[in-house]
């Protein structure tokens, strides 16, 4: 369905195709990830003689300290699956795509959907990964890396949903930070409140998006066109002074950016700090990253907001923008609410979410409020929020402008801006070199063996072999024999029967006699 989903308007996007193109991009990593979760559900089989998890972790609680290297196995399999379907390292190129999408689509992927189904699975699994140490600290490091890899590309684009997209990848690295370090309840905790406060800026992106979108309509019938013949209405550089022209979607989307960076007292906070207290208690490394891609979340949501909403508008579809109906700006009102009052799930001291997942996993519990963490981690995001304040707010950008930060950073920002050209590798790595042995595959094997030698010269030869042998022996031995033998046949017997039909009336006379003496003889002595 999510695939379907992405490439649905399948004739828009590059050449014609973009769109399903980036269906199919979904489809191919995923069925990557998808082959580690087969193998490790076959060796669970194999092992535990079930899939019921009661029965795996009754299997594991046995035999859990003789069998670490099948579970270590068990487990690196499942990541493997994990980083398909949420999005991480090195897995996490179809998420970005995905936008291509309608923008509910895109909010429901990103938010509640098929991300959230590898966070869950590695948490629910939680026995397995407690037995493999290893593999459950390579979680953590896959989660923290692919958190700041993520957010430094969101950093450098200026497509409005791929921003957002790269943050979603971002997030869920903090997921799976959290699930790897054993902190369980922070990582669902963390997953439900970024479902709120994602769905709410994709939507109010898409807000956007329909009202730069309405604003170009409105000026390609006016006197001055101001826009190029291509126009992006999700490029924020053609955006600007949105804040008095869309009042509403600006207040939300304010609120989720606020949540996402994890200002207090907004849902972010609560959950993203304490994934935050419990890696800074577990893994050093870990929470060092994710202190980082914490800093440039808040920097990005910064520079995001200070882009679309304020300043000068960098087109004439900007200036002419119009805010939605109530039919779109309720739905974004209702998830700003959630997105201030999720926090409430998990509070510091009433620990609700703790307690109705201690149902579900074993070692469900909750970390303390953590205020030197909290606090600095509200620190680091008041100075990312003044540091893009400073380069994009303080003098806000005017059409045709430089990025500031493509002078102070320089080749860096470049590899931002270009995501660090991870698809080019892997068209390198492997793209291309599949598609060269299927060229090969389709030239050599298929047309030059298969086509030309044994079809061509085996099966056309015997197939002129059989059917010269067919002409000549069985045809006209067999068939042609069969025809003129029925035929001899059919000549002789005229030719015998004819003998009994003599002309002579006397003879007809005779048999009839003869006929009627055999015919009374049976009746009497019969």
């Not at 089989?45 to 009661?54: I, N």
């Not at 487990?75 to 995905?98: C, H, I, N, R």
């Not at 170009?216 to 101001?226: P, Q």
């Amino acid at each position: 369905c999510s695939y379907l989903l992405i490439g649905f308007w399948y004739e828009k996007g590059k050449d014609g195709i973009g769109n399903a193109v980036a269906g199919k991009k979904a489809f191919v990593t995923n069925r990557i990830g998808d082959f580690g979760f087969l193998i490790a559900m076959f060796l669970i089989f194999g092992m535990a003689g079930s899939l019921q998890f009661d029965e795996v972790f009754h299997w594991v609680e046995q035999h859990g300290m003789t069998q670490v290297g099948v579970i270590s196995a068990i487990t690196l399999f499942m990541l493997l699956g994990a980083t398909g379907k949420s999005a991480q390292l090195p897995l996490f190129v179809w998420l970005p795509d995905a936008m291509a999408g309608p923008t509910p689509v895109s909010a429901l992927i990103h938010a509640a959907t098929m991300v959230t189904a590898g966070i869950y699975m590695i948490a629910r699994s939680a026995p397995l990964f407690e037995v493999a140490e290893t593999t459950a600290n390579l979680v953590a490091v896959v989660g923290a890396a692919t958190a700041l890899f993520a957010a430094t590309i969101a950093v450098g684009q200026y497509d409005i949903k791929r921003v957002l997209a790269y943050s979603t990848i971002s997030q869920l690295g903090f997921m799976m930070a959290a699930v790897g370090l054993g902190a369980y309840v922070a990582g669902i905790f963390h997953l439900v409140t970024h479902a709120f406060f994602k769905a709410l800026l994709f939507l109010s992106s898409g807000s956007v998006i329909q009202g730069v979108e309405h604003g170009h309509h409105h000026a390609a019938h006016g006197e001055t066109h101001g826009d190029e013949a291509h126009f992006d209405q999700q490029d924020m550089r053609n955006m600007g002074g949105l804040r008095s022209r869309m009042k509403i979607t600006y207040w939300v989307y304010l609120i989720g950016s606020l949540a996402l960076a994890g200002l207090p007292p907004l849902a972010g906070f609560f959950s993203k700090d304490e994934i935050l207290a419990d890696a800074s208690m577990e893994n050093m490394l870990v929470y060092g990253l994710l202190a980082v891609a914490a800093f440039l979340t808040a920097f990005y949501m910064g520079r995001q907001i200070l882009m679309v909403f304020f300043g000068e508008p960098r087109s004439e579809a900007a200036a002419h923008a119009v805010e939605n109906p109530p039919v779109m700006t309720i739905p974004l009102m209702i998830l700003a609410g959630l997105s201030v009052l999720g926090g409430a799930l998990n509070l510091p001291g009433y620990h609700a979410l703790t307690d109705w997942l201690g149902h579900t996993f074993q070692h469900a519990h909750a970390t303390e409020f953590n205020f030197q963490v909290a606090g600095l981690s509200v620190l680091l995001a008041l100075l990312a929020i003044t540091l893009s304040y400073v380069l994009y707010g303080r003098k806000p950008l005017v059409k045709g402008q430089s990025d500031p930060l493509r002078k102070i950073l320089g080749p860096i920002f470049v590899g931002m801006e270009n995501k660090w050209w991870v698809d080019e590798l892997y068209a390198l790595l492997f793209i291309r070199p599949y598609i060269f042995l299927a060229g090969f595959l389709a030239d050599v094997i298929d047309w030059r063996f298969w086509h030309d030698w044994f079809h061509d010269k085996v099966l056309g030869a015997a197939y002129r072999n059989g059917s010269r042998w067919l002409a000549q022996a069985f045809d006209l031995r067999v068939i042609d024999g069969a025809a003129n033998g029925l035929a001899t046949l059919t000549k002789g017997a005229a030719t015998r029967l004819s003998v009994l039909q003599s002309g002579y009336v006397r003879n007809y006379a005779l048999a009839i006699v003869v006929g009627g003496v055999l015919v009374i003889s049976y009746f009497i002595f019969g």
